[in-house]
């Protein structure tokens, strides 16, 4: 293992830790438990590590907080569609907006369809912008406007850059 993957893989769980610790600092909405620290760790994943990393920190998030009690089986696809989708996004673009976008949607969309249908049933699709979309969505933005002030100002100092140049060598 070259010293590049030893400096992300320290990173990825760094920020496992982050979105598990996050995780405290919840607020229900309907039938989830919002949790907005995962999709900020989910951008920044995507934008420090890339999709895989990204994908791997929210299943290890996820169970983690599952198996602690602080989860519901709802963040596996929830955490684990916005990560991939935010972390496609931002490797293709390059773009910070469409990368906040593509957690959204990754998550309030195709994450909250994939609980909804997959998890609880076809019929459940029928509720699912109720019961599961909105309350992913209100939970994706909040997270994603805190990844969003949080990388632009890490870009304007300059860390972001060193960060990235730092986890390449």
């Known amino acids: ?4 993957n030893t400096k992300k893989l320290a990173i990825a769980g760094i920020l496992c830790a982050v979105a598990v610790v996050g995780s405290l600092f ?26 895989w ?19 519901t089986i709802m963040a596996f696809p929830g955490s684990m569609c916005g990560a991939l989708l935010c972390g496609l996004v931002f ?11 593509g ?25 699912a912008f109720y019961a599961y979309i909105v309350p ?3 939970s994706t933005v909040a997270g994603a406007i805190l990844a969003g002030i949080l990388v632009a100002a890490l870009g304007r100092t300059g860390a972001l850059s060193s960060m990235r140049t730092a986890l390449e060598r």
Not at 103 to 127: C, H, P
């Open 1 to 4: 293992m070259n010293q590049s």
């Open 26 to 51: 919840t607020f229900p909405v309907l039938a989830s438990k919002c949790a907005p620290i995962q999709h900020m760790v989910n951008v920044l994943c995507a934008v420090l590590l890339g999709p």
């Open 53 to 71: 990393y990204g994908v791997g920190v929210a299943f290890g998030a996820s169970l983690i907080r599952n198996l602690l009690g602080l989860g």
């Open 91 to 101: 490797w293709k673009t390059r773009n910070l907006p469409a990368t906040l976008v």
């Open 103 to 127: 957690e959204v949607f990754g998550t309030g969309i195709i994450g909250g369809l994939a609980v909804a249908i997959l998890l609880m049933g076809k019929s459940a699709g029928d509720i």
């Open 136 to 138: 992913f969505l209100i």
